[in-house]
Every structure is written in structure tokens, then in C-alpha cells.
């Protein structure tokens, strides 16, 4: 087949962390033995070369740099509310989207189109490949759904999209619920959980020296934790836990976002022992995994209702063979048994995450039987290839829908 996908995330460059789920699920189509056609915003930093059967088609929205918002995990002030200039880009962006997208449908003949995010894609493009007869499926990642709950309008929009579609698929059951509320037609709406690169997240021979660069000392415990500085992660509540935890407990956190400053002065006003790493490429991610005692995942639904879909930083702590310690929210208990492969706790509870990661330092055992069973589920059941299947299924459902009357 040949695939046209339309997103407004990706990785920047080779080994950067914004949306790497997109390019793997690129790359898993492209195994299958599709070509993929990616159409993008540009970015400052985009630098993506063309790869076997994967090519890129950024398109032209933001007349200096300073106004390219557009996508990337961007256009959300700590994923809570709209940064004030999206209003006077986001039609510029529509117009760059729709130009690129008519482009495409002239210069190539598409099997399927493959739209992640509702709002805004699915809902700018679905009336433009309707009438040009391509099929659709649209993807749902958890801000789009989020965004159309909260503004009726854009709620009507995403219904629309979900009429046109003729899959419509969402990475944990809690998000397939919801999008069902909103109009998905059930019979049409499948739960596809994201994979994740079990070679890359894989076992490996910790580094003694990355240990302390995170903070840790010999014979001290490691809690690490990574993804972006945004309230839906949680993560003044690993702060709270650090506060509260014995001083043989180091614990780091890996990324960038709004949040930054505000996390760094709370662990400092608690005398929390936290260290803040920046962001980390995937591949020193991956060996911050292998070094780590424990890792937390600590998501909630933040002050605005939104929450992630499922945590990308979930699924590689579980392939990397971690012990974990997640928020019993949103996709997290779809993948996670609590004390099986990890363990649950509530979401917005630092005593009952301090309480968690005490257990796991007391009991090394059940470090390693966690660890172990995490791996084998990630290994068995979380991989792109399954889920690059999943979405080739709904690519033929939609091929086979397609004869629907156009309204």
C-alpha cells in the first residue's frame, strides 16, 4: 500500500524523544512492506532524511521561527492550556497543512491515509480526502481527545472526522471509552497499544560512572524518571516522594518542559534529594534504565482533565526489565498488574509512591521478580510489530468501508 500520514509530531532528528511512538510506527508500516509518505510541520530543528520506503513532506506555516508552535509537543503550556500565539498560527498552519495535503493527492495516488490526533489533523484534512476517495483511519494519542471534550466545537469536529473514518484506533482502552463518548462509532474504534523497541530498551551491563552522574552513590537506591516537565506527568509527586524518602534514596528526572524551574525550587524548598538531568537522547534514556533501582512513572489527570493515553516511558522501563512504580490512571493498569510486573499506586499520592519505592528498597527479590516479568510482557506483547499489524487491519477495514456514500 501506499500510506499517507499526517502528523504534527515527530522526532526532530535521529535519536531525539519528541513523539518517537509516530516514527515507530512509521518505520513498523514501512516493515510491513508499505511506503509511508509523512507530511509535517517544519521546525527550526527538522531534520529528517528520506529512508527506505519512509519519505518526509514538511509543510510551511510560520513566517519567522519564533511563531513555529505548531506541533512537537508545543502548542500546550504544560499541556493545560493554548500558548498565546496559536491563535494567530494555527489558521496559517491549517492553510500550510491543507496546501501540502492537496499537493500529495496530485502528485500521488494513496491507498490509505493515516491521520494521528484528531484535533487538529483529522479534523483539518478528513472533508479534503473524503471527496478525493482515499480511506482514512485516524489514530488518538490523548491531547486531541482531551481538547474535544473541553470546547463543544471541537468536539463536533472530531465526530465528524470519526463519521469519515473508516478506522478509528486509541493507545489504551480508557482512551477508546472516551472516544466513543464523542461520537467514534464503536463498532469502527479499536484499542492499539503503542510497542516499544525491545533491543534498544533491552537488559544491559550497567555503567557505574552514569550512576553517579544521576546522583547516586554505591549502595544507594536509584529512582529515575524521564518524559517531559508537564503536569500530566506527575511528577511533583515523585518530588514530594523524594522528600519523603529514606537518604539512602537518590533520584533523577530526565527531560525539559514548562514545569522545570517550578520542580527544581520545590525540590529545593523540601530538601529533596532530586536531580534534574535536562533531556536525554533515547539511547542514554536506555542506559539510564539499566542503572536505575527503580523507575517511576507517577501520571494524573492534570488541572485542566487531561491525561496521557498511555506513557511512552512506561512501556520502555517494562522492556528495559525495570522494577516500576505507576499511577493507577488512564492506560497505565492496561499494561501494568499491580505486583505482577509492577507496582500501582494512586495517581496524585506522594506518601503512598514514597511508601511504593520503600518496598522495592527493602525487598531486592521483588526488584528482581518485577523486573523480570516486565521484560517478558514488553518483550511478548508490547512490540511495534504487533502493533504495525494491528494498524495494517485497519487500514484494509478502511479500504473495505470505502464504499460508503460521500456526504
Known amino acids: 500500500m501506499r500510506v499517507l500520514m ?10 531525539d524523544g519528541t513523539a518517537p511512538f509516530i516514527e515507530e510506527i512509521a518505520r513498523g508500516v514501512v516493515r510491513r512492506g508499505h511506503q509511508v509518505d509523512v507530511v509535517l510541520p517544519e521546525h527550526p530543528r527538522l531534520a529528517r532524511p528520506a529512508e527506505p520506503g519512509l519519505a518526509f ?41 491543507r496546501r501540502e495535503l492537496a499537493a500529495r493527492l496530485r502528485a500521488t495516488r494513496y491507498d490509505v491515509a493515516h491521520l494521528h490526533w484528531v484535533i487538529p ?37 472530531a ?36 510497542g516499544v523497541d525491545a533491543a534498544l530498551f533491552a537488559p ?6 552514569l550512576r553517579r552522574e544521576l546522583g547516586a552513590e554505591d549502595g544507594e537506591l536509584l529512582v529515575f524518571a524521564f518524559g517531559r516537565l508537564v503536569e500530566k506527568k506527575g511528577l511533583r509527586f515523585l518530588v514530594d516522594a523524594a522528600a519523603r524518602s529514606d537518604r539512602r534514596c537518590a533520584f533523577a528526572i530526565a527531560g525539559d518542559g514548562d514545569l522545570r524551574a517550578s520542580l527544581e525550587q520545590q525540590a529545593q524548598a523540601a530538601g529533596a534529594r532530586v536531580r534534574f538531568t535536562g533531556a536525554l537522547t533515547r539511547e542514554r534514556v536506555a542506559a539510564a534504565l539499566a542503572v536505575a533501582d527503580v523507575v517511576a512513572v507517577p501520571s494524573v489527570v492534570d488541572s485542566a482533565g487531561n491525561v496521557d493515553g498511555l506513557p511512552n516511558a512506561l512501556l520502555e522501563a517494562l522492556a528495559a526489565g525495570a522494577a516500576v512504580v505507576a499511577s493507577r490512571v488512564a492506560g497505565i493498569p492496561d499494561v501494568v ?18 511508601a511504593a519505592i520503600a518496598r522495592l528498597a527493602a525487598d531486592p527479590a521483588l ?6 516479568a516486565a521484560r517478558e510482557r514488553a518483550r511478548a506483547q508490547l512490540t511495534w510489530d504487533a502493533a504495525a499489524q494491528a494498524f495494517e487491519e485497519c487500514y484494509v477495514r478502511a479500504q473495505a468501508l470505502d464504499q460508503r456514500p460521500r456526504d
Open 337 to 354: 498488574e499491580d505486583g505482577i510486573n509492577g507496582l500501582l499506586v494512586p495517581p496524585g499520592d506522594g506518601a503512598a509512591l514514597a
Open 121 to 157: 489533523n483529522a479534523a483539518l484534512v478528513t472533508g479534503k480526502l473524503w471527496r478525493a476517495g482515499v480511506p482514512q483511519v485516524v489514530s488518538l494519542h490523548g491531547s486531541d481527545v482531551f481538547m474535544a471534550e473541553r470546547r463543544g466545537f471541537l468536539g463536533d469536529l
Open 367 to 372: 526488584r528482581s521478580r518485577l523486573a523480570a
Open 159 to 194: 465526530a465528524r472526522a470519526f463519521h469519515r473514518a473508516g478506522a478509528v484506533t486509541a493507545c489504551s482502552g480508557d482512551l477508546h471509552r472516551r472516544a466513543v463518548v464523542l461520537g467514534a462509532p464503536a463498532d469502527r474504534t479499536r484499542t492499539v497499544p503503542y
Open 204 to 209: 544491559r551491563t550497567p555503567d557505574p560512572a
Open 6 to 15: 499526517v502528523t504534527s509530531s515527530y522526532p526532530l532528528h535521529p535519536g
Open 57 to 97: 513532506f514538511p509543510y510551511r506555516y510560520a513566517p519567522t521561527p519564533r511563531l513555529a508552535v505548531w506541533g512537537y509537543a508545543q502548542s500546550l503550556v504544560a499541556d493545560t492550556r493554548l500558548r498565546l500565539e496559536l491563535p494567530l498560527v494555527a489558521p496559517l498552519a491549517a492553510l500550510g497543512l
